[in-house]
């Protein structure tokens, strides 16, 4: 089944203590982006990649980071988490095409994240 | 980047249409207007997209006005598993600036 796959569903961590939300597409897909959603703030980019080693920060990007060293993965990593970046996290990816159309991105289930 | 403008919410009774408007009027010539669902707190889901002409799927109709300067998106016989909040957004592409740009959406109740 063509899918997104975020990891974990849910995390509460601490303050400070690095961590790692995983996602993975078995799409092929060339682009992949990072959302957090938080209440009256709709969805916000974190972070997207465009392909392999290509990513640029998103409207979001401070206390995170991310990498593509491979196709399929993206993961989001944050190095001290603070509390205000707790929040629903989703990963998207999708195909694109050299003339610009866009065939929509496929999201993830999510990542609850609380950082306390 | 082209803005949206929708309302916050809407009401409709299950087995009548849910017609929801988007308001593009700052959108250019080749930005696409795109419709996204989402249930909950699930991942938003993809419904429909186009440029300037009507499209319809499986799921419901996209309407663009001649002027493009909004839409409306139409499902014909809604029902309780259509309630979501239903966002249009218009699709920056070029460069460095490709993403998608969600509002805050338009949650759409169903009624029994």
């Known amino acids: 089944e063509a899918q997104v796959t975020q990891n974990p569903r849910y995390l509460i961590t601490v303050t400070g203590k690095k961590l790692t939300v995983t996602c993975s597409q078995n799409?092929?897909?060339?682009?992949m982006s990072w959302y957090r959603q938080d209440p009256g703030l709709g969805l916000r980019q974190i972070y997207y990649?465009?392909?392999?080693?290509?990513?640029d920060k998103g409207d979001v990007p401070e206390g995170y980071k991310v990498s593509r060293k491979e196709k399929r993965n993206f993961p989001l990593i944050l190095e001290s988490p603070s509390p205000n970046q707790t929040s629903l996290y989703f990963c998207a990816s999708s195909f694109g095409a050299p003339s610009g159309v866009f065939y929509g991105y496929t999201f993830g289930s999510g990542t609850r994240l609380t950082v306390v | 980047d082209a803005k949206t403008t929708q309302p916050t919410s809407m009401d409709c009774a299950e087995g009548r249409a849910a017609n929801l408007p988007c308001n593009h009027s700052?959108?250019?010539?080749?930005?696409?207007v795109y419709w996204y669902r989402q249930i909950h707190s699930q991942g938003p889901q993809y419904i429909i997209h186009g440029l300037k002409n009507n499209e319809t799927n499986e799921m419901a109709s996209l309407i663009i006005t001649e002027d493009r300067k909004s839409s409306t998106w139409s499902l014909p016989h809604a029902t309780l598993r259509d309630t979501a909040v239903y966002y249009c957004i218009v699709r920056v592409y070029g460069g460095a600036t490709n993403k998608l740009i969600f509002g805050t959406g338009t949650l759409l109740a169903v009624q029994p």
């Open positions: 990649s465009m392909n392999v080693e290509v990513t």
């Open positions: 799409m092929n897909h060339e682009y």
């Open positions: 700052t959108i250019s010539g080749n930005e696409y």
